[in-house]
């Protein structure tokens, strides 16, 4: 089962917002603090305080002693600098995991709460092997400095997946376009079982989904530009992160200036998507619509009849998800 503890990435970000508030409050500058300790170079200091490098302890140690930090906050702090440091001690609570898929598993370890939307693909933590599969093959044919097996990516994509399904699993949640159930995904016996599996999906008390049918408008006609996640950590200290998926690039920020506006944006569409309970039923509809195996390498379908839907006369943020 993945860890329930924050990840390396985390810890790392978590010492370094620290670290540079106990410098801050000694009144110190960083070019005073590598004098006064004889590190070779500023940058050091930079990458702790910004997450960038893993940190060890005897150094942390020596920052705290500068500082002036004892005792439990002491304790707190080189606790966190080992575990931030233990990547190959973290990885061990996976059966199988790639560069591709660490990033995502260490934000997606310790969360309380994982909110995403996607407008073309079914997330990650949702997809079944062969939907996988699919995906992680067609990318590949376009990115040629994909370096892992196929397969790899695969078993390590579904060691995140148990994330939900753990004993105390984050409450999740995830906005999808009816486009992303579409024709153009999948073949028909891979799109079945991905929808049968995301019917399977949101009958888990922690999982919330969510469609938003393609003639569906959001707010004052704001149209999402890409793919996005959201992660809340049980720890309130750690802070809020988005990862913003830009195809062959992602991009991840816990500045609130960045991340704010993505969290009206993911209630604005939660707010225009089908209920949960319509969006079970449109699930279990559009099954019906697909064959057990391919006989075509196509297959059109219309859209579900929407069942009735929460209007809303402004574009006024809910909480209802």
């Known amino acids: 089962m993945p ?23 000694t009144g110190l500058t960083g070019d005073q603090v590598i004098e006064r300790i004889g590190w070779a170079s500023a940058s050091k200091l930079s990458r702790l305080e910004n997450g960038r490098s893993r940190p060890d302890p005897e150094d942390v140690g020596v ?6 930090a004892d005792g439990e906050l002491r304790e707190e702090l080189l606790g966190i600098a080992q575990e931030a440091g233990d990547m190959r001690g973290w990885l061990r609570n996976f059966p199988v995991m790639t560069q591709q898929q660490r990033g995502f598993a260490e934000l997606e370890a310790g969360c309380a709460e994982i909110s995403e ?45 148990s994330l939900l399904t753990r004993p105390e699993a984050p409450r999740y949640t995830a906005v999808l376009e009816e486009s992303a159930l579409g024709r153009r995904t999948a073949p028909p016996e891979v799109l079945r079982e991905q929808i049968i599996h995301l019917c399977e999906l949101a009958g888990q008390p922690n999982v919330t989904l969510r469609l ?32 913003i998926e830009g195809g062959f690039t992602d991009v991840m920020s816990t500045a609130a200036n960045v991340l704010n506006p993505y969290k009206v944006v ?56």
């Open 266 to 321: 993911f209630e604005w569409l939660c707010s225009a998507a089908l209920s949960e309970s319509d969006t079970r039923s449109w699930l279990i509809e559009a099954t019906g619509r697909l064959p057990d195996t391919a006989t075509e390498s196509t297959v059109a379908y219309a859209p579900a009849t929407a069942p009735a839907q929460r209007r809303r006369a402004s574009g006024r943020l809910t909480t209802d998800r």
């Open 3 to 25: 860890p329930t503890a924050p990840g390396p990435m985390l810890r790392r970000r978590r010492l370094g917002t620290e670290l540079r508030r106990l410098r801050e409050l």
């Open 63 to 68: 920052l705290l002693d500068l500082y002036g």
């Open 212 to 243: 938003l049918l393609r003639d569906t408008r959001v707010a004052d006609w704001y149209l999402p530009p890409t793919a996005f996640s959201i992660y809340r950590f049980a720890d309130p200290l750690d802070p809020e992160t988005l990862a």
């Open 117 to 161: 939307f996607n407008p073309v693909l079914v997330p990650g933590l949702l997809q079944t092997p062969a939907y996988a599969r699919l995906r992680i093959v067609s990318a590949h044919g376009v990115d040629e400095q994909a370096g892992e097996d196929p397969e790899t990516e695969v078993r390590a994509r579904q060691a995140r997946q």
